[in-house]
Structure formats: C-alpha cells, structure tokens
C-alpha cells in the first residue's frame, strides 16, 4: 500500500550545480503533479504530466527546469545551474486518470538547499 | 491571479473553539479538495466535494461545496491542539484537469 515517494527528502547543492528530485507516484495512477512551496507559503503548481506527455507546463520557469515522466520509472524534476532563490520544498502529486478521479496524493517532498 | 481565496489567512483560538475557513473563487470547479500539511510533511487530503451543496462530515469538520461550485468552507467544532496545521483548498476546473490551491489558512489551537 505504498504512497507517492519522493526521494530524496534533503538535498543540498552548491550555486550552479545541478537538482534531479524524483517522485515515483501511487500504483495504478498515470497522473503526476509537480508544486513548489516556500516556507510560510501555499503550494505553487509547477507542472502536470501524463506518461510520456507534459499536459499542462504553463507554471513552470522557462529556463533551467524540466520535468519528464517517462513509461518506465519515476517523474523527474530536473534543475539545471541551480540558484539560491530555488530553495524550496518540492511536492510531487499523483491522480487516476483525471476523467475517472481528481483526487491527488502526495508525497513528503524533497526539501532543495542551495548553498 | 489567484484562483483560489482563502480566508483568513492566519487563525490563533483557544482550544474547544469553533472556527470556519472559506475558500472563495470566480470559476467554477468540478470538484474541490481540502487538504491538511503539517510542518516537514505534504499535503494529506481530507475531502472531496464535487456536487454543489454538497455537505461532509469528517467527525468534528463539516466541509461544504457551495450551490454554485464558486466556494467552499471547511467548518471545525470544539477545535483541539492536533488540528494545529496549515489547511488548504484545491480546485480543479471543467477547463483543465490542473488542481489549483488556495493561498491556505495557518490554524493554531492553544491549549
């Protein structure tokens, strides 16, 4: 009965290096949510995804980031030359298929440092 | 633009109080979500309402989806210390299948 897992829960980076947060979602869901918070702050939707299909990317930086989620494997959230200004908690989501079910759980979030 | 409005933004009460959130919002939602995060963790979902005028009961919540599906409100009796934590809405539109949060309500119960 495993929940959405996100791995790793901390992660430290120096300026410039790169952030790979993986989230592998519920068995049986196809949907992946992806959403950044600030401390003191709601959740910022970031990016929606199908397998093999980016849906709906439209809160999502235009430079340095990227999201996947392949047939096989976990979602990725991939930041390139990371920046102080992306420390953040970053929450993955996961749904059935939207037209059967919009329920989302989630993950205990991978909480970005960088240094 | 905000989608979703929450009010109030911050609640201190005593503990056995009553208190009620409000999530406020122009569009119309299929269906919306209540979710509670504690400190270090996700978001984990309480409920979903997807009739208008739906009412829920999770023993001392009453959550309520409004005739129009613009609104809900989240309703607690006799709140204790262990509903201490940050309560969010999410909703998802007839346009998009994208769950959109509200800002949140940060709930302090003082012994």
């Known amino acids: 009965n495993a929940g959405v897992m996100q791995n790793p829960r901390h992660l430290v980076r120096r300026r410039g290096q790169e952030a790979r947060l993986r989230c592998s979602p519920m068995?049986?869901?196809?949907?992946v949510y992806w959403y950044r918070q600030l401390p003191e702050e709601g959740l910022k939707f970031m990016v929606y995804?199908?397998?093999?299909?980016?849906?709906?990317e439209s809160g999502m930086p235009k430079e340095r980031f990227s999201a996947e989620f392949p047939k096989e494997g976990p979602s990725i959230l991939r930041i390139q030359q990371v920046v102080r200004g992306d420390s953040a908690a970053y929450f993955c989501?996961?749904?059935?298929?939207?037209?059967?079910?919009?329920?989302?759980?989630f993950g205990q979030g991978t909480r970005l440092t960088v240094v | 633009t905000q989608l979703l409005e929450q009010s109030p933004q911050f609640l201190s009460i005593q503990e056995g109080e009553n208190l009620t959130v409000y999530c406020n919002s122009s569009?119309?939602?299929?269906?919306l979500q209540w979710y509670r995060q504690e400190p270090g963790e996700g978001p984990v979902l309480l409920v979903t309402?997807?009739?208008?005028?739906e009412v829920k009961k999770l023993k001392r919540l009453t959550f309520q989806f409004g005739d129009a599906r613009k609104d809900s409100s989240l309703h607690i009796t006799a709140a204790q210390p262990g509903d201490t934590g940050l309560y969010l809405c999410?909703?998802?539109?007839?346009?998009?299948?994208?769950?959109?949060f509200g800002s949140g309500t940060r709930l302090l119960v003082r012994p």
């Open positions: 989501a996961s749904s059935p298929a939207p037209e059967v079910n919009t329920e989302a759980f």
């Open positions: 068995k049986g869901h196809s949907h």
């Open positions: 995804l199908q397998k093999e299909n980016i849906i709906d």
């Open positions: 569009s119309v939602f299929s269906s």
């Open positions: 309402v997807v009739t208008g005028g």
């Open positions: 999410a909703g998802v539109t007839h346009s998009s299948y994208k769950l959109i």
